[in-house]
């Protein structure tokens, strides 16, 4: 009989030690990368946005990625950059990211086909980031703003890809000045 009772309390323990282990991982992985979801709302206008000269006018459409490498909402928004990379490129579209300026920081490999511009004409107004601007074949800025809404950004709530979609296929886009709520940083300091 102490043999089964001395089983008992070794389980016990051992159950007690795998809670406390898995809720100090819980705890761990929440602090370190989840992040308080602040529903803020940002304005996008793109009346001063403009492609440098070299890549202005008509050629491919033109996806212009803005990102800083400090804001945390660029982790949940990378991966579904580089599936509209991995779907959109073959079918022309060229990619491009623009930088906070100031930050210091590098995409990941798998957005490595994103050309860098140091500055995007119009791009000191950008209110936050992760933001993206894309103009259309004949250059034209058909969209500037979030990728989604909301506090993730993935194919299935994207604004993005209906868009490239609809521009692949001839179509017209106007949607330059957008309102959104989401998971964005500040892209100037005075904006805060």
């Known amino acids: 009989m102490p043999v089964t009772r001395h089983k008992i309390i070794i389980a016990s323990i051992a159950v007690v030690a795998v809670i406390v282990a898995l809720w100090s991982a819980f705890v761990w992985f929440e602090a370190r990368y989840l992040r308080a979801f602040s529903e803020r709302t940002a304005i996008f206008t793109g009346a001063d946005i403009r492609l440098p000269p070299d890549i202005a006018g008509p050629g491919p459409i033109r996806l212009v990625h803005f990102w800083d490498p400090a804001c945390p909402c660029n982790v949940g928004n990378q991966q579904h950059l580089a599936e509209l990379v991995e779907h959109f490129a073959v079918q022309g579209v060229a990619f491009y990211a623009v930088q906070k300026p100031g930050s210091s920081g590098q995409l990941p490999d798998t957005l490595k086909a994103l050309k860098p511009l140091q500055q995007l004409p119009g791009s000191e107004k ?22 989604s809404s909301g506090l993730t950004c993935n194919s299935s709530n994207s604004f993005i890809e209906p868009i490239l979609n609809a521009l692949a296929e001839g179509r017209s886009v106007s949607a330059s000045n957008n309102m959104a709520v989401g998971c964005f940083c500040y892209w100037n300091a005075s904006d805060k």
């Open 126 to 147: 950008l209110p936050a980031s992760p933001a993206v601007a894309i103009w259309d074949r004949a250059g034209n800025l058909a969209y500037f703003g979030p990728y």
